[in-house]
């Protein structure tokens, strides 16, 4: 394992969003990494939604390892532990998923890899943190909003949370999560317009990941 559990979280709280991307092709899947990485993200997250994604993601690993050395990669859209497992062996330093899942935890604990379940509830947080969750992903954030998160920070201050769905690389979106108390975004296909990926115009998404970046560094400055 290339980035320990305390890289892995001080990462995303330092710049405060994950990308979230799923392609078929291995050279697509590369080209969108480095694209991300020339921005700025340190950790990007590959979303287990094809047939055979995981082997997209075992080349997508070495390319990494190789061209984007500080790149952390971790999975997405896992519900089972075998899974969970399976990609963990390929070289993913974190697994994210759309629910929680008791034995997804078990087996990313024992090998120190941070899981972040997906949780639509206050009960489902505190029990994906007794599970030992250091991050939970509110989910699905479109549904939830802002105020949810708000609320929940109230009687669990403690609560490191990451939000994916309805989040976008605009000002206003993003100042409403963070003011709410998010600790960092996963952002999909907003991060990546299906036109700029089409015309392989990776220059954009390299771009839209640094303003990204550098609204949400302004954004936790003002809050300070």
Request: glycine fraction near 10%; charged fraction near 20%; aromatic fraction near 8%.
């Amino acid at each position: 394992m290339q980035f320990n559990k305390i890289d892995v979280l001080k990462t995303m709280n330092d710049t405060g969003v994950v990308p979230v991307f799923y392609h078929s092709s291995p050279e697509t899947a590369k080209s969108v990494v480095k694209a991300c990485y020339e921005g700025g993200i340190r950790a990007f997250e590959f979303t287990n939604r094809g047939e055979f994604a995981h082997e997209v993601f075992g080349e997508l690993v070495k390319f990494v390892q190789k061209d984007c050395p500080d790149m952390i990669m971790g999975v997405g859209s896992v519900i089972d532990a075998p899974t969970a497992a399976l990609y963990i062996q390929m070289g993913a330093n974190f697994v994210v998923g759309p629910l929680f899942n008791p034995d997804v935890a078990k087996v990313c604990n024992r090998r120190l890899v941070p899981y972040m379940p997906g949780c639509g509830s206050v009960s489902e947080i505190g029990l994906a943190q007794e599970a030992g969750c250091d991050v939970c992903k509110v989910f699905p954030g479109e549904v939830l909003g802002p105020a949810f998160v708000k609320a929940l920070k109230a009687p669990l201050p403690w609560s490191n949370l990451m939000v994916t769905g309805g989040v976008k690389p605009e000002e206003s979106n993003l100042k409403g999560w963070f003011d709410a108390g998010v600790m960092c975004v996963g952002m999909g296909s907003n991060l990546f317009p299906a036109e700029k990926i089409r015309s392989s115009d990776w220059e954009a998404v390299t771009d839209l990941c640094r303003e990204t970046l550098h609204l949400i560094k302004q954004i936790r400055k003002n809050n300070k």
